[in-house]
């Protein structure tokens, strides 16, 4: 996935991706009866979908040529029904709604289609998202109101990337987007909120709740106090900040469950962590359920592999077990033989690594630290170390780092750029330099095959191929844990990603009616 994903490191909340955490905010003073306000763990980058703001549909200001539905089917928005794909499957064709406009009152068009995509893949634009579309070779608009797409090949996840928002012709706004979707933009105030107000024209129907502020509050103990105060309508927290407001009458807690995992990431090229026996002796090592059970306080599952056992993708043979005795007697066959000191050494090498974690996301720190304590029982000395996302982007090539990434839509999302080694050291694609032809190949057919079984198939092979090279030692699929104050129907749970955008529950506010 893109770099901009990856900084959404803590639980980051609703339309779009989020960049590193901001400061606190001063929060709106006394808002209007009809505002409903969510409070936010990270800061947007942008808002143009351009340039990677919310590209899986779940930005309330603009509105892609297909969305989601919460139980992740995918259904028309812009597009008056679903594309016709030639036999051949490299030509794709949108027919548009009739009457569409933004929020400006001018006509939504295809010409504003195409432009959109165009400008994506214009390198000129730097798009984080831009490799997500390169199977896209052309973009047509023969009338205003069809889309026709040439691809370079036949790409079966390509309907499923048609959630990206529209802009309209000529405009790359950043800050002041004009959208069509169910919420125009209103102000943002950087450092403290984002105003958006209901689209009373919308073609979906006009929202209930007429106006939302996004409070940014990085701080997970400080949107957990607001919440209690009265101040956040909403937020999503940690599990554990999540406790002391379970069971209040004011309050709703909705475990939501995910496709969200967090996981050790090693550099393939570094002597320790680049031999495949500690990675898997590390593996072993750890209690995953321990980790469910006490960090998570129980909103999540233990995870082996990339794929959520939540999703109809999920290979049930990529599972794993905690066992130190096995762990053990690995790094003993490896030659890693325990020191006086209870640190393994090979050729004089000590067995040890650094273990980088975002300093402001608590509970990837609580992960890191349990995975060293977990490590050091088998003899491997495991340092965690707090940094900022930059200094962990400039560091991924020489020491491990606690990761999140995870879509529940399609698996061709986030694996081909984390796994395929052309993406290898390109930041936050594949920062650990993987580098398997077996891993390419069926990545290569996955995304080309248009037979589902075939596809299922495909990918069911690919998580065994990552589950026994030990890319990454996945830990555990967090359940998002929201809390929202009042009573609303159309609240409908999914799976969410890990960006926490389709899927999420705040994707489909538009829809929600308070409960008198």
Known sequence: MTKLLQKSATLCVVLALAGAACSAPQGPADPPDDTFVIGLSSEFDNLSPVLGFSPDGGSLIFDGLMSRAPDLTIKPALAAEPPTVSEDGTTVTFTLKEGLK????????????????????????????????????????PDARTVVFGLRYP??????????????????????????????????????KIVLEANKEYWGGAPAISRLVL???????????????????????????????????DVTVYDVPSADYRAIMFPMTQP?????????????????????????????????????????????????????????????????????????????????????????????????????????RIGLRVEPIGLDWDAIEARLDRDAAVMGFGSPYDPDYVNYELFHSD????????????????????????????????????????????????????????????????????????VDGHEHATGGLFAGIHTWKPVA
Not at 165 to 190: D, H, N, Q
Not at 483 to 491: K, L, P, S
């Open 155 to 192: 790409y079966a996840p390509f309907v499923q990337r048609s959630t990206l928002g529209i802009v309209p012709m000529g405009t790359m706004e950043k800050t002041k987007p004009v959208g069509s979707g169910p919420y125009r933009f209103v102000s943002w105030t950087p450092g403290d």
């Open 272 to 376: 320790v962590t680049g031999d495949r026996a500690v990675r898997k002796a590390f593996s072993l090592a750890l209690d995953r359920q321990a980790m469910v059970d006490t960090i998570l306080a129980g909103a999540g599952v233990p995870a082996y592999g990339p794929i959520s056992p939540d999703t109809g993708w999920h290979n049930p043979e990529v599972t794993g077990d905690t066992d130190p005795e096995a762990a053990g007697k690995l790094l003993d066959e490896a030659g890693w033989i325990m020191g006086k000191d209870g640190i393994r050494e090979k050729d004089g090498r000590s067995a040890e690594f650094t273990l980088m974690y975002p300093a402001g996301d608590s509970l990837r720190k609580e992960l890191a630290l349990a995975a060293a304590s977990d490590a050091k």
């Open 215 to 249: 409070a940014f509050a990085p701080d997970d103990n400080v949107r957990a106090t607001r919440v209690r105060a009265g101040e956040f309508d909403a937020t999503v927290l940690p599990p554990k900040a999540a406790v002391g407001l379970r069971g209040r009458q």
């Open 423 to 494: 993406f290898k050291g390109q930041g936050f694609f594949n920062p650990g330099r993987y580098d398997n032809p077996e891993a390419d190949r069926l990545l290569e057919q996955g995304r080309a095959s248009g037979e589902q079984a075939e596809r299922e198939r495909i990918y069911a092979d690919f998580q065994k191929v990552i589950r026994d090279d030990e890319v990454y030692s996945y830990l555990v699929f967090l359940k998002h844990v929201y809390v929202i104050r009042g009573r609303y129907e159309g609240i409908v749970p999914g």
């Open 102 to 141: 933004f929020h400006d009152g001018k006509p939504l068009t295809s010409k504003d289609v195409e432009y959109t995509y165009e400008a994506l893949l214009d390198p000129a634009n730097n798009s984080t998202i831009r490799s997500d579309y390169s199977a896209i070779k052309d973009v047509a608009a």
